[in-house]
């Protein structure tokens, strides 16, 4: 065994729920294992993509390496996923204990609540999750685990700290980081991404967020009902510019309701701080000619992600990449066929589910002959806002533009009985087929659960089931899930054809 150096990697506040997750998937003391001659499969990075693929080519009896320089587990883990919708939830609690009355329930002040306390049982349920990938689970199942910075020094091989990792086949799963608009005066300011706005334990009186997207919504809206002041800017004319502008709309309204001031199609023009490193933060911005400022505690970027290419010796691979990322074929293969990539590193869709995704398409491609492709793959997202957005497949919009001719069929939420009853009916289903036939193209959901309840038209597009099978499903009732079934029955109604109806017609005068 050869001892690692000492990062001195931490994670703030360091107390002991941080501690635990730190002992987990990046222990003080780890001591690098002895390098096999060579490797089946090393892999550079673990998060979702690396952790698949690392223990997944090991469960089927691969000798695998796993590098990682910061976090095991990546930023779902740690920086993303799994603490923002822990702090999502606690907000969500927040607001249902104010609006209770409408049920009922006795109405909580709006004053009061323990911003530290939520904060502290998010670190909590990190911790409580991070075992599934820690450096003992992973050696348990038979991967290497190398906490160390690792580059590629040649066309097969990998170093980590001095030691030399040969391969067969090779997996960069580096992910991304948060990215940062060149806004002047920014940096200077001071400003929090996802990769460090989990550290607060006290709430900023006033938030501003940069970005709309889900990110910034997510959390905008999180931030609004702890009871912060929450400006969100965008340069786009709505939030989450890539949904359909009436689903925008209607999550739009949501976060002006719990309290979240919208300053879209905006120019941010500076960024200025007062007091040195403690002083509030005033930005200044333009709009349609007007100039505006508005001061905040904090700043929240959240404007995409930039891949983590820097220092891995991709030249030295023969890796091709660019400000997007590393270059992928359909099956994930890099420029040099020994290496694939995987994740938020590929300029490809980056969510968690798809780098899981990722990794079983590069063990298939990798071991196998395997031809999975890319392209195949049907890949739904969330954003997960109260309500939720939820989609899957095409937009109508992109079918048209690839030249299909398209019927949309729409159902309310206030048509959905359980929703009415929940208190939920805002929201609705839109479900896009090829026009005269029962093939789904794509569907977008905003409800509550959205996320939760989109499996079934993901499960649909995947093996081609149509609407008139969805029809005939029993749907429990009373569920919001049977706007499924509403908006089946509504495209089945569709397909009685004036020609269809007087055949009808024509069969019940004959039962008279």
């Known amino acids: 065994m050869t001892e690692r150096p000492q990062h001195g990697v931490t994670v703030e506040p360091f107390d002991q729920h941080n501690q635990r997750l730190v002992e987990n998937v990046h222990p003080p003391g780890w001591r690098n294992p002895t390098p096999k001659d060579r490797y089946h499969l090393v892999v550079i990075g673990a998060g979702a993509a690396g952790l698949v693929s690392a223990v997944g080519s090991a469960g089927l009896g691969a000798r695998v390496a796993l590098v990682e320089r910061h976090l095991l587990g990546g930023d779902c883990l740690n920086v993303g996923c799994v603490p923002s919708k822990a702090v999502i ?141 929450v400006t969100l800017f965008d340069v786009a004319p709505q939030i989450l510019i890539r949904e359909d502008a009436d689903a925008a709309r209607i999550v739009a309204d949501a976060l002006v ?42 700043i929240l970027v959240a404007v995409g992600r930039a891949p983590n290419v820097e220092d891995l010796g991709l030249e030295a691979a023969g890796v091709a990449y660019d400000k997007t990322g590393v270059m992928v074929d359909q099956r994930l293969r890099t420029t040099n066929p020994r290496i694939f990539a995987a994740g938020d590193i590929t300029p490809l869709l980056k969510f968690t589910h798809l780098a899981d995704a990722h990794a079983a398409m590069v063990i298939q491609n990798a071991f196998f002959f395997g031809r999975a492709r890319h392209q195949n793959l049907v890949v739904p997202w969330v954003t997960y806002t109260s309500p939720e957005i939820a989609h899957v497949g095409r937009y109508e919009k992109e079918a048209q533009a690839a030249g299909l001719e398209t019927q949309s069929i729409t159902v309310p939420l206030g048509e959905v009985d359980r929703a009415v009853l929940d208190g939920a009916g805002e929201g609705f289903l839109r479900v896009v087929v090829e026009a005269g036939k029962d093939r789904i193209l794509g569907a977008t959901l905003v409800a509550e659960h959205a996320g939760d309840m989109i499996s079934e038209i993901c499960l649909a597009i995947t093996h081609g089931i149509g609407l ?45």
């Not at 409408?102 to 911003?115: C, N, W």
């Not at 919208?262 to 002083?279: D, F, H, N, P």
């Open 89 to 229: 939830r606690a907000a969500r609690a927040w607001h249902d204990a104010r609006d209770g009355g409408a049920f009922g329930a006795p109405r909580a002040g709006t004053e009061g609540g323990d911003f530290a306390t939520a904060m502290e049982r998010m670190r909590r349920v990190r911790a409580q999750i991070s075992p599934i990938d820690s450096a003992v689970r992973l050696t348990s199942v038979g991967v290497d685990v190398f906490l160390g910075h690792g580059r590629f020094t040649g066309r097969d091989s990998v170093e980590v700290d001095g030691a030399a990792l040969r391969f067969r086949r090779a997996v960069i799963a580096t992910g991304a980081r948060a990215a940062a608009p060149p806004i002047p005066g920014l940096e200077p300011a001071g400003y929090r991404t996802n990769e460090n706005i989990f550290a607060l334990t006290e709430l900023p009186p006033r938030l501003a967020v940069i970005g709309a997207g889900p990110i910034g919504c997510e959390l905008a809206q999180a931030f609004a009902r702890f009871g912060a002041r």
């Open 257 to 298: 309701r719990d309290g979240v001031e919208l300053a879209l199609g905006v120019k941010m023009i500076e960024v200025r701080r007062a007091g040195g490193t403690g002083g509030e933060r005033t930005i200044a911005w333009e709009r349609g000619g007007e100039r505006g400022e508005t001061v905040c505690d904090e």
């Open 468 to 512: 008139g099978k969805i029809a005939t499903t029993i749907h429990p009732y009373p569920t919001q899930s049977e706007v499924f079934r509403k908006a089946a029955n509504q495209w089945r109604r569709g397909r009685l054809t004036p020609t269809v109806k007087k055949i009808f017609d024509l069969w019940f005068r004959a039962l008279r």
